[in-house]
């Protein structure tokens, strides 16, 4: 026992052997693990969570437990992974317990015996990939800007898939990924359910600042970003405009859904998310004033799937992906985060992401169509947002596409 300590006592020390550790017997019990790291933040968190809990449709955020929740595209199957141990991570090493969630963590994963190989993460099943052929991807996007001429609807995204053969460390890439894209929210999770995703994603659904301070943002509108290039002199075109426009309509919808008038817009401005740029609006409300404790759940659910990953109007655009997509998003442009943890819920839609698999990842992106898309260009776009995460972690590798 005591030696078990003193070497575990080494491992804490070091952030990425005691990763190794605390993954290699989560997976051995077949435990589901989430490491993420919050926009703007150094501190790297990880659950490892005994039950993949499968939450009621009418499930109120506000009264979860402490926990990470994760969300498909078609969320009506949410997954909540309890905090059974949960830590927090430094640059390079474990930080101090704060709470008595965590000293019960440190405890046990002091008396944890070293297991030296390398975490076997959890596959999925393959996907189909018939949106990753370039044609494919092309007719979809005609389809939609037919149905948007013929009037029936404002906005639709299509998305696609692309599979990239290489093993990637997804430790190192999840690292890298942090220090890299400082205002995402990079997250990686493995569950026996869901297999294994890592994603530096740009777009907040829902925060609750200690039950206290509702927040969301409208984010629409792509361009490549190139180091020098300042967001305060980005010119927008008016399809640009209008398709983020369209998302901020749909949020103040939502918010007269439920009567709320007392909430505060700001922008539309430019920020940075990696590689790209993108117009965002951040929406704030103070849920004490406005006397709205279950906002947070309300809005989810009026919410998801928004017309940043989805379209205008949504039941229709649903219609449209499901039928012509012709592949199952999963947890693309799903939502997840953690819930509660420390008096906070961040929930984040799930984009630039990609599917582990042990020798292949697969890869997805969405485009906002309008009707002023020019096919070409959107395919582009697909290309750049999949760029986010490929231009970080294939860095030292050969790539081969198919
Ligand atoms: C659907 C995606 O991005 C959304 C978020 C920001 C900008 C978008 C756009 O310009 O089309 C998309 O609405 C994706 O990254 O797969």
Redesign the pocket.
């Known amino acids: 026992m005591k030696s078990t300590e003193s070497a575990n006592t080494q491992k804490l020390n070091d952030k990425k052997a005691c990763w190794q550790l605390l993954l290699n017997h989560a997976f051995t019990n077949g435990d589901a693990v989430a490491l993420w790291r919050l926009p703007n933040q150094e501190i790297q968190q990880l659950i490892i969570s005994k039950t993949e809990k499968q939450l009621k449709e009418d499930a109120v955020l506000e009264d979860l437990s402490e926990g990470f929740m994760l969300a498909p595209f078609m969320a009506e199957h949410r997954t909540f992974l309890s905090a059974d141990y949960y830590f927090r991570f430094s640059a390079q090493t474990l930080e101090e317990p704060e709470s008595a969630t965590e000293t019960n963590a440190h405890a046990w994963l002091k008396q944890l015996k070293p297991i030296d190989t390398p975490p076997a993460f959890y596959e999925k099943g393959s996907a189909v990939k018939v949106t990753s052929i370039k044609g494919n991807y092309i007719n979809l996007v005609n389809e939609a800007i037919q149905l948007i001429k013929a009037g029936s609807a404002e906005k639709i995204?299509p998305?696609r898939t692309k599979t990239i053969e290489a093993s990637i460390n997804l430790l190192e890439a999840f690292d890298t990924l942090c220090q890299r894209y400082p205002t995402a929210m990079v997250s990686l999770i493995s569950t026996p359910n869901h297999g294994t995703w890592l994603g530096a994603?740009?777009?907040l659904l829902v925060s609750l600042e200690n039950q206290h301070i509702f927040k969301t943002v409208a984010?629409?509108?792509?361009k490549a970003w190139t180091p020098g290039t300042d967001s305060k002199n980005v010119a927008w075109t008016q399809k640009?405009i209008e398709?983020?426009a369209l998302?901020e309509r749909y949020i103040i919808s939502c918010f007269k859904k439920i009567r709320l008038r007392d909430y505060e817009e700001y922008g539309p401005k430019t920020i940075i998310?990696g590689n790209?740029m993108?117009?965002k609006s951040d929406f704030k409300v103070d849920m004490k004033e406005t006397n709205f404790a279950q906002l947070g759940t309300v809005m989810l659910n009026l919410l998801h799937p928004?017309?940043?990953?989805c379209g205008m109007p949504k039941d229709l655009s649903l219609d449209f992906l499901l039928k012509n997509e012709g592949y199952s998003r999963e947890l693309?442009?799903g939502y997840l985060g953690p819930v509660n943890i420390q008096q906070n819920t961040e929930l984040f839609?799930n984009?630039?992401c990609l599917q582990w698999k042990k020798s292949s990842a697969q890869l997805?992106?969405?485009?906002?169509?309008t009707i002023d898309s020019v096919p070409e260009r959107?395919w582009e776009?697909?290309e750049m947002?999949m760029n986010?995460l490929l231009s970080v972690i294939f860095e030292n590798y050969t790539i081969s596409t198919r």
Request: aromatic share 6%; hydrophobic share 40%; glycine share 8%.
């Open positions: 995204v998305s994603t740009p777009e984010l629409a509108g792509t640009e398709e983020q998302v998310a790209l993108h117009l928004t017309s940043a990953v693309y442009s839609v984009l630039r997805y992106a969405g485009a906002g169509v959107e776009e697909t947002k986010t």
